[in-house]
Every structure is written in C-alpha cells, then in structure tokens.
C-alpha cells in the first residue's frame, strides 16, 4: 500500500473502500488503486488480509502442494458437455494435460476407495488383492461390520442434498490421476467465443447477477455498484463467482506465455495483459471491483478451512499415500495452516446467511445450491483440458467449502476415533478444498508482484 494510505475503519464501510479508489484512481501503479479499503459485506480490510497470506499462510500453503497426498488429483476430463455441442476444443500443445501413469501414483492412494483417507482405511493384504477387487471388495476383507456400514452411510451422505457440486466418478474408466504440479494452471492460449460461451453461462445463465451489471466479463462494461436489488446472500453468490473468475484471470496473466526460444516456451508475469483485465480505466472501474471479489472468495474459504478443522485434527484421519514418514509430517503441516486460519481475527460470518424465516431460508438456500451445482456442470464444457482441470479442481475446492460452512452442528458432533455417519468428506474433496485454497493465496501474493513490477516501471518511465 502507499504511504500516504491510511486503513478505512470498519464503520465506514463500502462508501470509504469506493473514495479510496476514486481518490487514487490518478496513480499509475494499478494494484495500489484497487488494492483498499473496507471489504462490503463483512468487517475485514485487504491490507490485513495481504499480510496474514503473504507471511504466514502462503509459504506453507505452498509447501503442502507439493506433498504426495495433495499434488496427485482424479479427474475425469472427457465428460461431454451437458448444455450444448462443444466444438472449440482446443488443440493447442499447452491445452494438453499429461495424466500420471499408475505407476507413479503413491500405493497408498491408487489402493484407496475415494473416501479412504486413514491407514486403517487402506490396510488391504495386498495390492495385487485391491486391484483386482470390485468397488469394494478389498476393502471389506480387512473391515469391522461397523465400518463397512459407516461406509455404505458415507456413500448415501455423498449422494445427498448438502453437495453444492457435482463430483466426478472416480470409479470411471475415463478418470485419470493428473499430477497438479506437472501441469500448473497458466496461459494456454485459449480464448475466443468457446471460452466467452463457458463464463457467459455462467454469469448471465446461472448467477445472481446484480442489475446495474450488464456484461462482467466485457471489460468495457460500465457498472454503478454490485449490491443494488440483491439480498445478501445472492450478492455472495455474484461476488464468489466473480472472485474465483478474477483469480483465475490472475494466474493467467503470472504465468504467460511470453516468448518461445529454441523450442522451449518462456512463461512469467505480463503487465500489458493484467493491466487489460483490472485496470480501473481500461475496465471502466470493473478491474478494482474484481479484485476485491477475489479477497472476499478467500476469507469464504478462509473461514471453511477454520471450520473444518476438527474433522482433520482427530487421530483416525492420517491423510494416507503408504509413506508413514511424510504422512505424518503433511498431517503435522495440514494442522498448521489450520492453527493459522482460526488465529485470523476478522472472518466472514455465515450465520448471517439464510437466516431468515425458515421456509424462506431453506427455499434460498437449495437455489443457491443448484445454481452452484449447475455452473460445476459447466466446467464439462470448457475446451481447454489444462483449463478445465483447474476450472473443475477450484470450482469442486468452493463446493466443498460451501458444504462446510453449512455443516457446522454435523462438524461440531464428529466422534474422535470412528468414522463419521453425520459429515465427511471423501480424498477428492480435500485436495480439490486445500489446492483450490492454495490458488487463491497465490493470486493475492502474486498481487504483490505485480504491484512491485508496475513501481518498478513507473521509476523507468519517470
């Protein structure tokens, strides 16, 4: 932040947060013409935000990627789009997403049914057994009579009204285990009216869209505020929406296509194209309003990642890949991170939402849930494979956070030492919830890059 910025109390709210902007709408530095003030809906400043991501959750975030348990994610890429004829897919050589060979997949995942997360769990005679075995036919010669019914109550709760989106099959012959850090999310090329149709749908088809927002991914598109005619709960919809389509933009324009030199492509941060997406004159105000969309999806999944805690800190979940060494040291990290979630003093409060009458509240609340089951649908459709893979992993990542927040008396009555019959949550959803988390703090740390790229070019340019 510059110098001369002082932080807008919380009381002042969104009509301090939009004077900042209007006040440094003059500097040539975009991120610190945007990067404000008081979040709306919740009683949180970005500059506190930045500092608690940068410093004390980002590192270890990052660290935890990188172990087995997290890296290696199921994903079925080939599932056709439900909503029409998709004829843009595209074949671009970075469009390609190389799956894991079997052989590199840690035995104690590829053993593993999809809600197996525990030693005990996986403890089947032998792999050959396993691998031969019908859904759950290795699993049951190891398993007491209890947990084979905690597994079949498991399966009916995974089918259940409290998912917010749609799970792939990881039983399916077309899912693969794809390594996520041999196939990072960046620019890839592909745009157009295959990739405009994806976020269109999104956006005028299955959001809440505010009314003074004609077309949010148009960057001209003029917009006079984002809270008019919308509860709260729709405006968090719009705005989860927006920030997830904001982070991603992120990680496009840090890892860029920059040139391509013997043969070998050349990636790293573009200004001219983060400039194009957020900044306040080339958007016509939308880019500084996208942002603070991005800060606001992180303190949801922030709080989700607080929450959740309890489930993970009990002694039967050990995150489970065959290796106990590392097992225990990501069970150690993952606790961590949990630690520093519940110290961040200013988090979202859900309770505020569908907290009205009973019947109204639970009617608004299943909306909410199949529009947001809708739009993971639609992840099926974008032609890009790298694009899709990381459009389904961070769409399912804020699915599993929404489940969640909205099940915080099962969370609070989860037993120590068995499995769980009122909340759970399978292998999938936990790498897709910590990954999905872990893209949004990148995107604010690399927030911070650009705002040092863009004082470094306005020193050259004066």
């Known amino acids: 932040m510059s110098r001369g910025l002082r932080r807008a109390g919380a009381g002042q709210g969104a009509a301090a947060a939009v004077q900042l902007l209007v006040t440094l709408s003059f500097l040539p530095s975009v991120v610190e013409a945007q990067v404000a003030g008081v979040l709306d809906d919740c009683l949180c400043d970005v500059d506190s935000i930045d500092n608690f991501n940068n410093y004390k959750i980002f590192p270890k975030i990052k660290k935890l990627q990188e172990r087995d348990y997290f890296r290696y994610y199921k994903v079925n890429l080939k599932r056709p789009c439900p909503f029409w004829a998709e004829d843009g897919h595209c074949s671009i050589k970075d469009c390609h997403v190389e799956p894991c ?45 209890q947990s084979k019914e905690a597994f079949i109550d498991w399966a009916r709760y995974d089918d259940s009204q409290d998912h917010f989106c749609e799970l792939d099959d990881e039983r399916s012959p077309a899912a693969q285990y794809v390594d996520l850090l041999l196939n990072p999310e960046r620019y890839t090329g592909y745009k157009g009216p295959s990739a405009w149709r994806v976020w269109n749908s999104i956006y005028e088809e299955n959001c809440f869209k505010p009314r003074s927002v004609y077309r949010p991914l148009n960057p001209l598109a003029p917009s006079r505020g984002e809270d008019d005619g919308l509860c709260l709960e729709k405006r968090v919809f719009y705005k989860l929406m927006s920030g997830l389509h904001a982070s991603i933009n992120l990680h496009l324009c840090a890892n860029y296509l920059m040139e391509e030199t013997w043969g070998k492509p050349s990636w790293g941060p573009n200004i001219k194209e983060f400039k194009r997406r957020f900044d306040p004159i080339e958007t016509k105000g939308e880019g500084p309003r996208r942002l603070k969309n991005l800060y606001f999806l992180y303190l949801i999944e922030l709080r989700a990642l607080s929450k959740v805690a309890p489930y993970f800190e009990r002694s039967i979940v050990d995150l489970y890949t ?19 979630t519940k110290s961040f003093p200013m988090h979202f409060d859900e309770k505020s939402m569908f907290a009205g009458d009973k019947k109204g509240a639970k009617s608004l609340k299943e909306e909410f849930r199949l529009h947001f089951k809708n739009i993971s649908h639609i992840m099926d459709c974008v032609g890009c494979d790298k694009c899709r893979l990381w459009g389904k992993l961070q769409t399912q990542g804020l699915g599993t956070a929404l489940k969640i927040l909205f099940s915080e008396k099962e969370i609070q009555k989860l037993p120590e030492n068995s499995p769980s019959k009122g909340f759970q949550l399978t292998r999938q959803e936990i790498v897709a919830l910590l990954n999905a988390f872990g893209r949004l703090s990148t995107s604010i740390r690399e927030l911070q890059n650009f705002k040092v790229l863009l004082q470094h070019s306005r020193c050259h340019c004066m």
Request: hydrophobic residues 30%; aromatic residues 4%; negative net charge.
């Open 322 to 340: 065959g290796n106990m060494e590392e097992d225990a040291d990501t069970k150690t990290l993952l606790l961590s991170i949990f630690q520093d």
């Open 101 to 145: 060979p079997e052989s590199k997949i840690p035995v104690g995942i590829k053993a593993g049914h999809s809600n197996k997360y525990s030693k005990v769990a996986n403890n089947t005679k032998e792999l050959e057994d396993c691998e031969q075995a019908n859904k759950l036919g290795a699993v049951n010669s190891t398993l007491s009579n």
